[in-house]
């Protein structure tokens, strides 16, 4: 029983303190490409930095590989449209020097529809 008890506290103490997945960094065109993944190994999100800064395409997704986000970083501020999907619409939200200029909301049904 004692041998069971301790088995039990090492598993779980284990499972506590498992390292979460190390982001990966590679160079691309004067660039570096990061790659965030969730505990379970699924990518997180992913994007380039310039200069230290964010800038070019990002795209961040859940746990189970569905795309949450996209949109675009120039000089570590959001410009562009940015795509926000959850289970029941999709937000699109146009940024001018990282402020919201315009915001348009679409439902799963209407979505459906076109």
């Given at each position: ?13 284990g ?10 960094f ?20 992913q ?68």
């Amino acid at each position: 029983m004692k041998k069971l008890v301790i088995m039990s506290v090492l598993l779980a103490s284990g499972m506590m303190f498992a390292q979460e997945v190390e982001p990966k960094f590679e160079v691309v065109d004067q660039m570096v490409k990061a790659t965030y993944y969730h505990d379970n190994g699924q990518i997180k999100e992913q994007g380039f930095y310039l200069d230290g800064k964010l800038h070019g395409k990002w795209v961040s997704y859940n746990e189970n590989g569905t795309r949450q986000t996209t949109g675009e970083y120039q000089n570590g501020k959001k410009v562009g449209k940015w795509f926000f999907w959850n289970e029941n619409s999709l937000n699109e939200v146009d940024f001018n020097d990282s402020r919201v200029a315009d915001v348009k909301k679409w439902s799963r049904e209407a979505l459906a529809k076109n």
